[in-house]
């Protein structure tokens, strides 16, 4: 015997008889875990998450009997583990306590040692008597069997090289899996499709502004675009006529420039009538079209301002001036 | 074994090994290579096919490449299943590796983040668990699934344990969903008495129906569902066959447990559930069919787990999820009533692969699944005869199952004439998953008597020629399969398609959805459409409004300058629910979406119907319509901020404009 197989069957002696408890071992070590680097925690954790509550459930439900076995048992094992995760949010849930890394851990830690108690139980009273003395009991065979069950009746499972096939084959496909999406990683894409916006920044603009004697907007404009562009910038006093707020800008920008701008607006020159004027900001790009509309690439930003009301100003009829109270928030 | 048995011989005066043994290793290392060597093969093609679509025009070419790797994969691992000499043990490593390889083409599809419609809900279902720490969060994309938490608790709680992020743990559950589901199709096989070679041909039959490379691989919450029906199929089935009374607890209590799962989990998949466990119940409790040793004991198990299972998902449908049943009931009437009027003349039926981007011989292939499936399961039944005849299926638990399986699996074909009915066409595709769990019971037994008969053949080149034409039907079912299942822009990568549910999602959109968030805030309530809410009701945080009838939200972008919104009730509705905010993409003026929606199903035919110009004028108008400020253009994404309701003062704006002059000013 070599000090390998040696081990392994003092490794057997120990695991066998007593699985329950040390799975649940394992599954406290969950809490080590944590402090592992991520890389290396989430491909020791995954598995234990899943299959510790799992298997004790299967341990439990079967005991020292005939349970699955193979792929069938670490299949069944992983879909408990999920279930139990399910279970364990909804029990959370249902005791008003927030669903969180620790009180999922321990609640499925208190699931997990119902589970293995009940399995270790099962192990040490059902546990089927060995050796010479032990009277075999006489087994009639169903007739409700088929052929093939029957045969396969009294067959020592761990006989075959099950484990063997199945672990090449799951490594196999996780290396195919693995290798397939490096590979496709490693291709050339194409490069994403590029864009321009503007926008307001700063406070959120909402409703109409007030304006006491002018004010400042504050906008930005990023272009995500391959090369450089031209860009045409103009702020315009928008009405039957429109009127220029400002005197039009023409700059350049390159790939993944972010620009700053400032509108300052004047302030208005109807005192106490509170009128509201629409500003429209128009940026627009030279020697680009629009490919559905066919005409020049513009984007534009609106906002509106009315003349802040005064103290010195005669309260407003209802009716005819509309809404009083300006609101920049 | 003794130790010096154990040991391996090292002298040189070792027997050598006979010439035929030699020959046979021989053989079998080449066989080894030759089948990894397809495998390798097989996944390059499939790497190249996903490449192929993203970087060029949309040709046939990725097609090509796709099916040249799948039937690589896929029919090596059918042809080794199905070889008499293969060892038992090896057939469970093959189905293992098939699982593992047909995650491929979706892995390959959505490596880093969700892709398809339904995904992005999820994916925000989840977050929802993990932010706040609740089930049952309103889902702002798809309110239903806030009632069904199974999968997002499962996902949430593999994130909490290993830190990874809400794509890598759902795509490693999905993984483990789709290997589990394949043994669990020939677990299911071989708790039906099936052997270990017909059982592993079955689940690689099961792969065939048009939801197991995608559908049922996307990050939903079928994909978990569908899963824990079979294995709980399994135990069920199991419990019924038991002979000992603590095997039959043994299995019901994990059927128990697993069913209590699926019902948490997802409703069709509870409610399908809950009609085989009757079935099969039924089945069971046909004296004819099923009296024999134990059959009393047998009964009472399905029934007691069949009323255990209807209890909790009675319960579950009455406390937890009460909308279910309006949410699923429109879509069986609805298309039967289609079916009616198509039958009476009166009404149109659904043109298959109308707008299909698929080549033909993929459409023509998914025509003859079904008359494939026709063919098996004609075969599947004679040799279910003659194992009745033969005595080989005798009276009892086991001839009722595979009874019960058979009608579910031939519940398929009626159900194939709902692709016709456009209401019905979706139900009808979702429900083959569940109909070929029953369907491949037959095909298993058809298949391996079809091969051992093509064996029996004296001829060699009859023989072979058999052979061919059994993998040649295998690989078209396979083609049809897939083609029946999803569009071609839901399974190939590509270039942008407007209103597609998988290919519109831009760098631009998720920008504007980054800047919507940084700037206003997450949990806004929002108006947009179907695609642009994907993004922002998911990676953005914000709540969409859900346009019906009663509440046409869409018509804000039917606004023209001047005219009232109608119907003038709608304005109250969205200020009173604090929507603030409009979300235009300015393609709706020009195309037509992919999905054939704007914004949902029953949304007013004249905007698909006029190719969207229905939609130019006004939007062209906004800047004019005095309730609407625009904060926010990109090249096709415009964010409104809506001043609801619409005051009078704001209607119109003073005719003459001040003359005073600003400034602008522009720094980097």
């Known amino acids: 015997m070599t000090g390998g197989d040696a081990l392994m069957r003092s490794a057997r002696r120990v695991w066998l008889p007593t699985w329950p408890l040390w799975t649940l071992l394992i599954f406290g070590s969950l809490a080590v875990l944590r402090l592992a680097p991520a890389d290396y925690r989430a491909a020791a954790a995954a598995p234990i998450l899943f299959m510790a509550p799992g298997s004790l459930t299967v341990g439990a439900a079967f005991g020292a009997r005939h349970g699955p076995k193979g792929a069938v048992f670490v299949c069944l094992a992983a879909l408990l583990g999920a279930a139990w995760a399910v279970f364990a949010s909804l029990a959370l849930y249902a005791l008003n306590i927030r669903i969180t890394p620790d009180s999922t851990f321990r609640c499925l830690l208190i699931v997990s040692a119902a589970l293995a108690i009940v399995a270790q139980a099962r192990l040490l009273f059902e546990r089927p008597a060995r050796g010479r003395r032990a009277v075999r009991r006489h087994e009639t065979v169903d007739t409700d069997l088929s052929d093939t069950e029957i045969r396969a009746v009294g067959v020592p499972v761990a006989a075959n090289r099950t484990p063997f096939y199945s672990l090449a084959a799951v490594a196999a496909g996780i290396g195919l899996l693995a290798g397939g999406v490096f590979a496709y990683d490693h291709l050339s894409h194409p490069a994403p499709v590029g864009y321009t916006w503007m926008a307001w920044t700063g406070k959120p603009i909402k409703g109409t502004m007030s304006v006491s004697g002018g004010t400042e907007l504050h906008f930005e404009i990023v272009h995500h675009q391959s090369g450089s562009t031209t860009f045409h910038l103009a702020a315009e006093w928008f009405g039957k006529a429109t009127q220029p707020l400002a005197k039009p800008l023409t700059f350049s920008m390159g790939q993944n420039q972010t620009f700053q701008g400032t509108l300052y607006v004047p302030a208005l020159p109807t005192g106490c009538i509170h009128r509201i004027y629409r500003i429209v900001m128009t940026l627009t790009a030279s020697h680009q079209t629009d490919p559905l509309t066919k005409k020049p690439q513009t984007w534009s930003i609106d906002a509106d301002v009315q003349d802040q009301k005064t103290m010195a100003c005669p309260p407003s009829r209802p009716g005819h001036h509309g809404r009083h109270k300006v609101h920049t928030t | 074994l003794t130790a010096s048995a154990s040991q391996p011989r090292l002298d040189s005066a070792a027997p050598r090994q006979p010439l035929v043994t030699q020959h046979r290793s021989w053989q079998i290392y080449l066989l080894t290579a030759a089948f990894a060597g397809s495998q390798l093969a097989g996944v390059a093609a499939v790497v190249q096919a996903y490449h192929v679509a993203q970087t060029t025009l949309s040709n046939e070419s990725e097609f090509a490449w796709f099916w040249a790797g799948m039937l690589l994969i896929e029919l090596p691992i059918a042809g080794l299943i199905v070889r008499r000499a293969t060892p038992r043990p090896m057939r469970p490593a093959l189905l293992l590796l098939l699982g593992l390889v047909t995650y491929l083409p979706k892995l390959l599809r959505s490596p ?253 292939s998914a025509y003859l699944v079904p008359v494939f499936a026709v063919g098996l399961a004609i075969v599947g039944l004679l040799v279910l005869r003659a194992w009745i005849k033969s005595g080989r299926l005798t009276r009892g638990r086991r001839r009722a199952l595979m009874f019960a399986f058979a009608l579910v699996g031939l519940a398929y074909f009626p159900s194939t004439i709902f692709i016709l009915a456009p209401s019905g066409a979706e139900g009808a595709r979702r429900s083959w998953a569940f109909l070929w769990i029953g369907l491949c019971m037959l095909f298993g037994p058809a298949a391996v008597w079809l091969v051992d008969w093509t064996a029996r053949q004296t001829s060699l080149r009859a023989r072979a020629s058999l052979r061919l034409g059994l993998f040649a039907a295998l690989a078209i079912a396979l083609i049809g399969g897939v083609a029946a299942g999803v569009d071609a822009s839901y399974r190939f990568p590509g270039p942008f398609l407007y209103g597609s549910d998988s290919r519109s999602v831009t760098p631009e959109l998720l920008g504007t959805s980054e800047w919507f968030s940084a700037h206003l805030g997450t949990g806004n309530n929002v108006v947009t459409d179907r695609n642009t809410g994907l993004i922002f009701g998911s990676f953005g945080l914000q709540n969409l409004a859900v346009p019906s009838a009663g509440f046409p939200a869409y018509n804000l972008y039917l606004v023209r300058q001047g005219a009232q919104l109608y119907p003038p009730y709608l304005q109250f509705e969205l200020s009173g629910s604090g929507y603030h905010y409009l979300i235009v993409d300015g393609r709706m003026a020009y195309e037509v979406p992919e999905s054939g929606v704007y914004f949902e199903r029953n949304e007013p035919s004249f905007m698909v119907g006029s190719g969207g110009r229905v939609f130019r004028v006004p939007l062209a108008e906004f800047t004019m319509v005095p309730w609407m400020l625009r904060a926010f253009q990109s090249d096709n994404y415009s964010i409104y901020r809506l001043e609801l309701p619409i005051q009078n003062s704001k209607v119109g704006y003073q005719p003459k404009v001040p003359k005073e002059r600003g400034r602008l000013v522009i720094t980097r």
């Open chain 2, 112 to 364: 880093a983040g969700p892709v398809y419609h339904d995904e992005f809900a999820h994916w925000r279902a989840t977050y929802e668990i993990l932010s706040t720490g609740r089930l049952f969060e309103p889902n702002p994309i798809i309110p239903i699934i806030s009632r069904y938490p199974g999968l997002h608790a499962a996902t949430a709680a593999l994130v909490n344990a290993t830190g990874l992020t809400i794509w890598q743990a759902a795509t490693l559950l999905l993984i483990l969903f789709h290997v589990a589901m394949v043994i669990g199709i020939a677990a299911l096989a071989q708790s039906l008495g099936l052997d270990n070679r017909t059982a592993a041909l079955a689940a690689v039959f099961y792969g065939l129906n048009s939801s197991f490379l995608y559908f049922d691989t996307e990050f939903a919450y079928e994909s978990m569902a569908i899963t824990l029906l079979v294995w709980v199929l399994v135990g069920f089935v199991r419990a019924i066959r038991a002979q000992s009374g603590r095997e039959k607890a043994a299995w019901g209590v994990l059927a128990v447990a697993l069913s209590a799962a699926t019902v948490a989990t997802h409703h069709l998949s509870a409610i399908t559930l809950v009609l085989i466990m009757v079935l099969v119940s039924v089945a069971v409790s046909v004296p004819q069919l099923a009296r024999g040793e134990g059959w009393v004991k047998g009964v009472i198990t399905a029934w007691s787990l069949t009323l255990v299972t209807t209890a909790m998902a009675g319960a579950w449908f009455y406390f937890v999820a009460p909308g279910t049943l309006s949410y699923l009931s429109p879509y069986p009437a609805q298309s039967l009533q289609e079916l009616t009027q198509a039958i009476r003349g009166s009404g149109s039926v659904r043109q298959l692969f109308g707008t299909s981007l698929s080549p033909w011989w993929e459409d023509k």
